[in-house]
Every structure is written in structure tokens, then in C-alpha cells.
């Protein structure tokens, strides 16, 4: 427990590396000039993005040319999704499944809106997307196939190189929203076969604001952002200098200690879990058995996951729920809609994501405070 | 009496004295606090409640005014 808060929320963004931080500092105080610029003071600004992008493309298994740099998650997904607009008019079919985030959702409805028809693939209980739904969703005209690496709300992890075989059977690109799984399992963009990847650098403890995409070399898309000549014309824009060091860094540090990352959030989970059980409390944990290291997606029989959250909120513990209240309703998760969790459970469904910066005694404080709530 | 807290008794709770109840109690209880004895009952400040509610309207949820 730290300045007496235990945050265990780290799949809607994390600490920020405090390497990736003492690297940053330099490009906002120091060498803070603009990378497009002509004259001397630019220069260690574009050679370090040139460094960073390297760094970032080792991390997975990419080419350098093949990395650009966004905002973040939610841009990336916008860009290559509405890139495909200008792909081939007489492909207007889009492949998803029903459990993505909204970024590639909204994205999705967007191009309905434009002329696209897309098919939004089930999930079986555990939230995978299986190989032969995506095979009988496969049309003439479809033009590409986004499913996640990994889910934000549950964790599963998707069989990508299993699906990226079947889209390329049929000349059909391939992206995946590797948002939450970047810097937290291996990522290898050719064992995966994938065309487009995003990334967002606050989910690997980077900064918020800055992201990645990874596009396959020879493969083409439009801009979504137009007005310079960054990123090789693809994304215009100042680069965020200070954030593209602090993601690399971020990254290499994570891709570095992974497997020492995994085996120690695994046995914070797992003593949050038996924590659990020990306390008799009547719970089920929703996701795969392949999952995000960390990523606990926790229903309650008969709870209400708000009320949870909010308690343990007024505790100094931060979760997410699976149901968010909008202005007239709780809306319940999409995901555990499509994952079809029992209607005894789905309400009371809390999201206890832990990173690298938990430890056992905190797992514990979190089990404890929810049996107290739920006495 | 919905309208009256079930530990002190005082009455005519307003609304986001209920809406409150409802959101860190559950929407199920029927049985509701005043602010001072809700805040008793979860062992937090009333400042803590009243931050909760004023979050909670910034967010247009409708059980507040």
C-alpha cells in the first residue's frame, strides 16, 4: 500500500516507469526542439525517436519502418480502421467480434454509416473468437479482419495466428488491438502474422497520450491526421518526443523483466483469489484459462458491481466495474453480455487488474475489504 | 418509512441522501441512513459522502438532483 491507496486498475492505465520518466525529463527541459527542425539543437530529438522506434520495433519483432507513432490505442484503431475506406471500393466488408473495445466498435459504426457492412463475430463462454465463425463471416468484398489480442475487461488472450491464417487464406488484411497485451505478454508481430497492431504506451507504463501502430512493410494505407510530413507522411503532427522515450524505454524495461513481471503478478492474483475462497465467498472469475497476467475479472452472486466499486473506492482501493452507470441506467459490460456470464453473476462483476507494482499484502487487503462489503 | 433514517430516525432524507444509499448499499435496500449515520455505518466522513454525491451529479446520474 502506497500514500494509502492500493491501485488495482492497472488495465485502464498504469504507473509510469520510473526509467521511462528520468529518460523523459531531458526532452522536455532541456532538449526540448522540435524534431523537424533544420538546426543543430533538433538534432538529438530526431535521432532519439529514431533510437526509440528501433527499440520499440525489437520489442516486437518488427522492423523500424514498420512502427508509427500515435497518440495511442484509440487512435490507432480509428486510423486503420477508416483507412480502409480507401482501400478497394468494392471491399466494404469488415470483419470484428462483438467483445472489441470501442474504439474499434465506434470505428466499425462509423463505416456503417459510410457505406460498410460489418459482421460482429460471437464468443464462446471463456470470450474467444472462434476460427470457423470467422470462416463462415468471410465475404468477397471483405477487406479486413479486426479482432483484439487480448480483452480489456476479461483478459482472454486470442488464438491471433490461428485467425490471421484463415483472413490471409482469403487476401484479407489483418489487425489487432494488442492495446492491453503489449509489454505484458510476448508480442511477436510474424508468430502472430498480423498486418496492423496498436498499441497504447499508459498501458505498458508509459506515458498517457502516446502510442504506436505497427504496419506490415508493403502495406499501404491512407492518413488519418494530414498537414506534415511526420511519420512519413502517414501521421502528421509534432512528434510528442518526450512521450515516444519515456514508451520506449517503458517497453524495453517490460519486454526485459517479463517473465519475472508474469511469475510475480500471477501469485499477487493468486493470493487475492484464495483469499478469496477462503472467505467462502461465492464468486466466479470470467475469462480464459489463456489470460492476461494480472487482468481478474471477479463476479459476485447477487452484487451489484457499481455499489463494489464504489465502497471499495470510499476504501482507497481503486477497481473497475463491468457495468458503468450513464445518465439514466447501469449499462452492463458488452463484453459479458457476448461471454453470456449467468444473470446471478453479471451484475455483481468487478475488474481487479494487477500489475507489477502490486504485491501480496495488498492482494490480501483487497480480498479482505470486498468480504467485508459483501458480509 | 422509506423517508426516514433506520438508525436515528430523523425523516424526510432528501433525494441525494437516498441516491447515495442506493449507490454504496445497492439499489436492492430499502432501508436508508442519513448522511451522518451512513457515513457511521461505512465508517468514512460525511465530506467523503458529499464529495461522493457532488461526483456522482457531475455525472448526470439521475438518482441526485
Known amino acids: 500500500m502506497k500514500n494509502g491507496i492500493i491501485y488495482a486498475d492497472n488495465a485502464a492505465t498504469t504507473k509510469l516507469d520510473i526509467d521511462a520518466f528520468e529518460a523523459m525529463k531531458r526532452f522536455l527541459l532541456e532538449e526540448y526542439g522540435n524534431p523537424s527542425a533544420k538546426y543543430s539543437f533538433s538534432r538529438s530529438s530526431s535521432k532519439v525517436i529514431k533510437e526509440a522506434r528501433y527499440k520499440i520495433s525489437e520489442c516486437i519483432g518488427a522492423e523500424a519502418n514498420e512502427i508509427y507513432f500515435t497518440s495511442g490505442g484509440t487512435e490507432g484503431d480509428n486510423w486503420i480502421l477508416k483507412s480502409m475506406q480507401y482501400h478497394d471500393v468494392n471491399k466494404k466488408h469488415i470483419i470484428t467480434s462483438c467483445i472489441e473495445h470501442h474504439a474499434i466498435l465506434e470505428s466499425c459504426h462509423f463505416l456503417e454509416e459510410h457505406g460498410f457492412t460489418v459482421t460482429y463475430l460471437p464468443v464462446n463462454k471463456f470470450g474467444q473468437v472462434e476460427s470457423e465463425a470467422l470462416k463462415k463471416a468471410i465475404r468477397q468484398d471483405t477487406v479486413l479482419v479486426s479482432i483484439m489480442l487480448a480483452n480489456n475487461e476479461v483478459g482472454t488472450i486470442q488464438n491471433i495466428a490461428a485467425l490471421t491464417n484463415v483472413a490471409h487464406a482469403h487476401d484479407i488484411f489483418f489487425h489487432t488491438d494488442a492495446v492491453q497485451a503489449v509489454g505484458h505478454i510476448p508480442v511477436d508481430v510474424n508468430r502472430l502474422g498480423v498486418d496492423f497492431l496498436t498499441a497504447s504506451a499508459h498501458k505498458f507504463n508509459g506515458c498517457k497520450g502516446t502510442g504506436f501502430v505497427y504496419i506490415r512493410d508493403g502495406v499501404t494505407t491512407s492518413s488519418l491526421l494530414t498537414g506534415g510530413v511526420q511519420e512519413k507522411r502517414k501521421r502528421a503532427g509534432t512528434e510528442n518526443v518526450a512521450g515516444i522515450v519515456a514508451m520506449s524505454v517503458a517497453l524495453e524495461n517490460n519486454c526485459k523483466n517479463m517473465d519475472r513481471n508474469i511469475e510475480h503478478t500471477n501469485e499477487v492474483v493468486s493470493v487475492f483469489l484464495n483469499k478469496l475462497s477462503n472467505k467462502g465467498i461465492d464468486y466466479i472469475r470470467n475469462g480464459a484459462e489463456v489470460s492476461l497476467p494480472g487482468v481478474v475479472s471477479v463476479s459476485f452472486r447477487n452484487a451489484e458491481g457499481e455499489m463494489l466499486m464504489h465502497r471499495l473506492d470510499l476504501k482507497k482501493i481503486y477497481v473497475s466495474t463491468g457495468a458503468a452507470c450513464n445518465s439514466k441506467q447501469t449499462v452492463g459490460s458488452h463484453v459479458l453480455k457476448a461471454m453470456q456470464i449467468k444473470p446471478e453473476y453479471i451484475n455483481g462483476t468487478i475488474r481487479v487488474s494487477l500489475g507489477k507494482y502490486n504485491n501480496t499484502d495488498e492482494a490480501v487487503i483487497i480480498a479482505d475489504a470486498i468480504a467485508d462489503i459483501l458480509k | ?65
Not at chain 2, 445497492?26 to 451512513?38: A, D, R, S, W
Open chain 2, 1 to 65: 418509512m422509506k423517508n426516514r433514517c433506520v438508525s436515528c430516525g430523523i425523516e424526510n432524507l432528501s433525494k441525494d441522501t437516498i441516491g447515495i444509499n442506493k449507490k454504496l448499499l445497492g439499489t436492492e435496500f430499502e432501508n436508508f441512513f442519513c448522511i451522518v449515520c451512513l457515513a457511521e455505518y461505512l465508517d468514512v466522513t460525511d465530506e467523503e459522502l458529499e464529495e461522493k454525491i457532488e461526483e456522482f451529479r457531475e455525472q448526470g446520474c439521475t438518482l441526485f438532483k
